[in-house]
């Protein structure tokens, strides 16, 4: 079974400048989520997907983040324009619906804003 | 709100010791239990989980971890430490059946030594 993919694994840019990640979740899983995971601290919810709705977004600062998983599949989030704090790790996770079962993560996007 | 602590940002052991990362978790409805390891430039990996019945949980790579509700921890758990266990490791909590999304510790640094 195919894991979580996420493009571009690293990704240099300027202060606001915009960057897009991509992430293609396991085969099935209707549950998507988008994490934040800064230089030492544990990964923070962005957004959370069910198929193509949004269950979670309370965290994701919408002034210049901003998320979608269109057909319920592929999803991306983009930052625009980007600051400096976002620098930080973004993690892809999906898991299936049923009770119980574990979330799935991607190797994540490693971001760096100059 | 939920909530997570591990205490001890960092830990060392010889390699052979008795490893133990501590987990202290706050939440107002069961909760679903989670250590996840995470290597150099990797995403996160599941080691074990506790979601109901028995209070220990065997993961993956011979760790365990144990529930307790009267203490409201997750403590994980190795009998010996072997040089490849050198990782990041991460407590989290889900509101059960909820499907929320995860939320984590900080993290655990365990470095291994010969």
């Known amino acids: 079974e195919a894991g979580v993919a996420q493009s571009p694994r690293y990704k240099i840019i300027e202060k606001r400048q915009s960057v897009a990640f991509w992430c293609n979740p396991i085969?099935?899983?209707?549950?998507l989520y988008w994490y934040q995971q800064i230089l030492g601290q544990g990964p923070k919810l962005l957004i959370q997907?069910?198929?193509?709705?949004?269950?979670?977004d309370s965290q994701l600062p919408k002034d210049r983040f901003s998320a979608e998983r269109l057909k319920g599949v592929d999803s991306t989030l983009k930052i625009q324009p980007a600051k400096l704090e976002d620098s930080a790790v973004y993690l892809c996770?999906?898991?299936?619906?049923?009770?119980?079962?574990?979330?799935?993560f991607g190797p994540g996007t490693r971001l760096t804003v100059t | 709100a939920q909530s997570v602590t591990q205490l001890g940002s960092h830990v060392s052991v010889s390699e052979g010791a008795l490893v133990l990362l501590r987990c202290n978790y706050s939440?107002?409805?069961?909760?679903?239990l989670f250590w996840y390891v995470q290597y150099p430039n990797q995403g996160l990996q599941l080691l074990l989980k506790?979601?109901?019945?028995?209070?220990l949980v065997k993961g993956i790579n011979g760790f365990e971890a144990e529930f307790k509700k009267s203490e409201t921890s997750f403590h994980l758990t190795k009998p010996s430490a072997h040089m490849s266990d050198a990782a990041e490791y991460f407590c989290?909590?889900?509101?059960?059946?909820?499907?929320?999304?995860?939320?984590f510790g900080k993290g655990t640094t365990l470095s291994v030594s010969s």
């Open positions: 996770a999906s898991r299936d619906r049923r009770p119980g079962y574990e979330q799935y």
């Open positions: 085969s099935g899983h209707a549950t």
């Open positions: 997907f069910q198929n193509n709705g949004v269950v979670d």
């Open positions: 939440s107002s409805v069961p909760p679903y």
């Open positions: 506790y979601t109901t019945g028995a209070t």
């Open positions: 989290a909590v889900s509101e059960g059946q909820a499907g929320t999304a995860l939320i």
